[in-house]
C-alpha cells in the first residue's frame, strides 16, 4: 500500500549508541519532514526537506542528523543517543507545498537508557 | 515564528453530544491551517485543512473547521460525536508556502467520551 513506512517501530538504546530510524514513501512527495512527539508537548519538528539533496533544520535539531539522497527516503540519524531523545519519532511526507498537508508514517517508539 | 494554542489539554462529552475543539494561531500571514486526530498507538490521520476560499471546511469523520482571521481562530467542530471519536486531536499550522518546510503543531486536546 502506498504512504509513508517507517522502521524500526520500537527500539531500545544505550546512552551513547548511534542509529538511524528509516522513513520510506512510494507517493514521490518532495516534501518530507521528522518530529518527535512527548507527552504534553505535541509534536516538535526536528528537521525537514523540501527535496533531493536539500535539508534544513526545525525547531529541535540538536543531537540529530539527516540527509535526502533521493526523494523516496529520509533516514533520521541519532549521532550519540542520551536519555532525552526517548521519545516517539514520526516521518511524513506531502505532495505540495500548497497547504494539501501531510500523510503520516505510524512512528517509531524510542527509549534510551 | 508561527506558534498554535490549544487552550483545553482535556475535553469530556457524551456520546451523541455537540463537540467544538478550541484552535488559536499566530502566523504574520494568511496561514495553511490543519487539524490531525491521533488514536492511541497510531500515527496522525488529517481531518481537515484549510488554505484558501470558503471559510467553513469540511473534513472526513462529520467534521468541520472554521477559520476566523479576526479572531485567529480555527475551531473544529461535530453536531454529534461517537465513542470511536476519542483520541488526541492537534491543530497545526505550516509556515510559508503551506507547510513546505514542516507544520508547528499544538500541544493536543485530549478528547473523552462518556457514555
Known amino acids: 500500500n502506498a504512504g509513508v513506512t517507517q522502521t524500526p517501530k520500537f527500539q531500545v538504546l544505550k546512552t551513547g549508541q548511534s542509529m538511524t530510524l528509516q522513513c520510506a514513501q512510494d507517493?514521490?512527495?518532495?516534501?518530507m519532514s521528522w518530529y518527535r512527539q512527548d507527552p504534553g508537548m505535541g509534536l516538535r519538528l526536528i528537521h525537514y526537506?523540501?527535496?533531493?539533496?536539500?535539508?534544513d533544520q526545525g525547531e529541535v535539531p540538536n543531537g540529530y542528523n539527516v540527509s535526502r539522497s533521493t526523494t523516496e527516503d529520509f533516514p533520521l540519524r541519532l549521532l550519540s543517543a542520551a536519555p532525552s531523545q526517548t521519545s516517539v519519532y514520526f516521518c511524513?511526507?506531502?505532495?505540495?507545498?500548497?497547504?494539501?498537508?501531510?500523510?503520516f508514517g505510524s512512528g517509531t517508539r524510542l527509549t534510551v537508557v | 515564528a508561527q506558534s498554535v494554542t490549544q487552550p483545553d489539554i482535556h475535553i469530556t462529552v457524551s456520546e451523541g453530544a455537540s463537540l467544538e475543539l478550541r484552535c488559536n494561531y499566530s502566523?504574520?500571514?494568511?496561514?495553511?491551517l490543519f487539524w490531525y486526530v491521533q488514536s492511541p498507538g497510531q500515527g496522525l490521520q488529517l481531518l481537515l485543512k484549510?488554505?484558501?476560499?470558503?471559510?467553513l471546511v469540511q473534513g472526513i469523520k462529520g467534521f468541520e473547521a472554521e477559520f476566523k482571521r479576526s479572531q485567529s481562530s480555527f475551531n473544529l467542530r461535530k453536531p454529534s460525536v461517537h465513542w470511536s471519536d476519542a483520541a488526541e486531536y492537534f491543530c497545526?499550522?505550516?509556515?510559508?508556502?503551506?507547510?513546505?518546510?514542516?507544520?508547528?503543531f499544538g500541544k493536543g486536546t485530549h478528547l473523552i467520551i462518556q457514555p
Open positions: 511524513a511526507s506531502s505532495y505540495s507545498d500548497r497547504g494539501y498537508g501531510y500523510t
Open positions: 507517493m514521490n512527495h518532495e516534501y
Open positions: 526537506s523540501v527535496g533531493a539533496g536539500i535539508t
Open positions: 502566523y504574520g500571514a494568511t496561514p495553511y
Open positions: 484549510y488554505f484558501s476560499g470558503d471559510t
Open positions: 497545526a499550522v505550516g509556515a510559508r508556502g503551506g507547510g513546505a518546510d514542516g507544520l508547528t
